[in-house]
């Protein structure tokens, strides 16, 4: 995320914006998103306070006790390593210690890589969306802005909504937060976004040994270990990362590269 925070002249809620503006892109205004979804929320006060029992409820459900700052996060749901022509899950998260109204970001992708099937809100931190969550392949975006209407603001962690991918072509995917606002519940609007958590995925050929030996979501000196003690022994098909019938230090070297992703 390459971002840089301007305030609107009229001293109202200001909105992190990077180069490409990919939301003037879309076609959207960014100050007239963060307006309509306060104008929401004000819209539909009485309407939430009766059905803020319930909201708070699964508030409580998904908050945790340990928040460092306000963030975005992407995160995997199974596995980051995936094979061409399968599906997996992004759920992208916030996270605040500080109470908050507002969530809106861009999330983007590489669509040559990766094709968004669809975005589901059913379990999700937001009360009411401003804009719903909007996803387009040919731009390789999923935007969204919406309305979080705990009385005091919400604080902690929760889900905003879940991307669900396809893999269609081999390579390294990176997914990244663009845009991003978290407001604050102090009558201001301030953007208290203090950093986002990005992910990449790794889409491989249909076939080809998955880099992630152990399965621990991660390509770290631990697999690369096991692909070490396995090259004196029978062929096992597993290590062989570019499938050429061996397990030698090309494969090896396939890992390093991919050493800590
Ligand atoms: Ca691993
Ligand atoms: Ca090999």
Known sequence: MRATNSRSRSGGPFFYTDSSDTLATLGYNKYSIVKSVLRAINTHRHKIMWGAPIALALFVSV???????????????????VEVGTS?????????EDPINVAAAIVSYPPTLLQVTG?????????????????????GV???????LKKAGFTGT???????????????????ISSPALLAHDGKGTNVLTHTSETTVVVRE???ANPDINGDGSVTITDINSMYLTILRPY???YDMDGNGKVNFRDIAHLFGLLGS
């Open 206 to 208: 249909v076939g080809q």
């Open 142 to 148: 999923v935007t969204f802005a919406g309305g979080l």
């Open 88 to 96: 997996f899950d992004v759920t992208i998260g916030i996270s605040t």
């Open 236 to 238: 096992n098909a597993r």
């Open 63 to 81: 908050q945790s006790s340990i928040v460092d700052g306000n963030s975005f996060s992407l995160t995997a749901s199974s596995t980051r390593f």
């Open 158 to 176: 929760g889900t905003v909504a879940t991307i669900h991918f396809s893999a269609v072509a081999a390579g390294s995917a990176h997914l990244d």
């Open 119 to 139: 975005v589901s809100s059913d379990e999700t931190a937001i009360d009411l969306w401003a804009e719903e969550p909007f996803f387009s392949n040919e731009l």
